[in-house]
């Protein structure tokens, strides 16, 4: 934006867990505009992995899962004389985390299971344990910025 910096959104912690994390994690997690629903295949899946687990709670297993994805650098396309270079940048801790969210939602749509909170509570519990969709993706991410580290001086 040209003018003047973007107003940040105030967002409310959720009912049960009274955590704004959470409410972000759901908000992403909505589709249509239908966040009750989406509160609800949330808090079935942390259910879900509340019982699967006996030493930590699922809200534990979710924020481990979370911290787990999260990338510290991507890379970004720069044209430097006709070529196009593969830049590692650090990332905002905002962004970071959106990143790290979008990624727990979309590998878990993608799984196999029956319902979406089954998928997210499978997502969940691989990410936690530094394994399923989402966290190889942030290797990937994390293996791509090592690689092209070289251009890291052609920073924006």
Known sequence: ???RQAKKHIILPDPKFNEILVTKFVNN???QGKKSTA???FYDAIEIV???TEEESGLEVWKRALENVTPGVEVKSRRVGGATFQIPTPIRDSRKQSMAMK???GYSRKRNEKTMS???AGEIMAAAKEEGGAYKKKEDTHRMAEANKAFSHFRF
């Open 1 to 3: 934006m040209r003018r």
């Open 29 to 31: 997690l909505m589709l």
């Open 50 to 52: 509340d019982g699967r």
């Open 39 to 41: 509160f609800k295949i």
């Open 103 to 105: 990624w727990l939602i």
């Open 118 to 120: 089954q998928k997210l």
